[in-house]
T-cell receptor, first 115, second 112 residues
């Protein structure tokens, strides 16, 4: 069965510091991978996605993620965190779109940013 | 650009009452997904539709039903509400043959 694991429930970083949020997936075929961000009481905003090709993908707000098939990982990174990045981050994998394409989410990582 | 619209944004119901949540995807997005996010939880897939037909089903209680209409909007009907149904309900839309789901702001349902 497909699954997504985000090992870190909560991470605190200082403003200006670099960030890496971990995501591991379990999926039989080439996965469709996503990172979404959710601010308190808000909807889910797509940060970036990976389907194929270059394993380093760029997203909005200065985020990037690297797909590593050998490690079944899709970690999210940002070189310099801003206070406005404080939010909940969800990694997700989509089942094949010829199978409906539902998203399976990880448990989320809550990011706090210290001044 | 047009976004996904969900209504109402907030809903308060009593136990055993019914509720109807509505979702209006981005124009020409013909596939709709519903997700439920409990407090402190990740979103869980409930059900999806493509061209008015159910395309997939997840952990949706039998007390819930949903449908998609010819204009692609969708409604989630919830009956005999329980306290545990209190959650944030998201819908997402996708255009067939594309790969990204776009989420609405969610409906926060509180069952008292």
């Amino acid at each position: 069965a497909q699954s997504v694991t985000q090992p870190d429930i909560h991470i605190t970083v200082s403003e200006g510091a670099s960030l890496e949020l971990r995501c591991n997936y379990s999926y039989g075929a080439t996965p469709y991978l996503f990172w979404y961000v959710q601010s308190p009481g808000q909807g889910l905003q797509l940060l970036l996605k990976y389907f194929s090709g270059d394993t380093l993908v760029q997203g909005i707000k200065g985020f990037e993620a690297e797909f590593k098939r050998s490690q079944s990982s899709f970690n999210l990174r940002k070189p310099s965190v801003h206070w406005s990045d404080a939010a909940e981050y969800f990694c997700a994998v989509a089942s094949g779109y010829n199978q409906g394409g539902k998203l399976i989410f990880g448990q989320g990582t809550e990011l706090s940013v210290k001044p | 650009a047009a976004g996904v619209i969900q209504s109402p944004r907030h809903l308060i119901k009593e136990k055993r009452e019914t509720a109807t949540l509505k979702c209006y995807p981005i124009p020409r997005h013909d596939t709709v997904y519903w997700y439920q996010q409990g407090p402190g939880q990740d979103p869980q897939f409930l059900i999806s539709f493509y061209e008015k037909m159910q395309s997939d089903k997840g952990s949706i209680p039998d007390r819930f039903s949903a449908q998609q209409f010819s204009d692609y909007h969708s409604e989630l009907n919830m009956s005999s509400l329980e306290l545990g149904d209190s959650a944030l309900y998201f819908c997402a839309g996708r255009r067939q043959a594309t790969d990204t789901q776009y989420f609405g702001p969610g409906t926060r349902l509180t069952v008292l």
